[in-house]
């Protein structure tokens, strides 16, 4: 488990590869200079519930990691996490994305965690 550190005040333990998605994902929003949330769910052990964090280029941020090797990226998982760290709700944890399944077949609400996009709105839902 890595730790995410936010203004050196706010730890939050990460899986490694989840972790390493996410600092992709933030530098590259952060080195263009924007600003946006970033909401996970709290672990039961510190009583559940969640905590959202405004990230933008001025705060103090770490990623540490445990292990030594950086994970392999999947693009299919940066897509999906910078397609809704560009939404107004921001980025938040959604499972990995199954790319060895055809893109056609593969649940919509996975990719955009159930938001509808503008393009899509009244259009027929397929099955």
Known sequence: M???????????????RLLAHLQAVIM??????????????DD??????RTTVYIHPNVSLVFKYH????????????????????????????????????RESAPREEMTFREVPNDQVGAPAHS
Do not use: C, M
């Open 2 to 16: 890595g730790k995410f550190i936010y203004d050196s005040n706010i730890k939050v333990d990460f899986e490694d």
């Open 67 to 102: 292990g030594s090797r950086s994970p392999q990226l999947s693009p299919a998982w940066l897509h999906a996490l910078t397609y809704n760290a560009n939404s107004g709700r921001g980025l938040y944890v959604i499972p990995e994305p199954d790319e060895s399944a055809p």
């Open 28 to 41: 590259a929003k952060v080195r263009r200079g924007e600003s946006f949330p970033f909401t996970w769910k």
């Open 44 to 49: 039961i052990s510190t009583g559940g519930g």
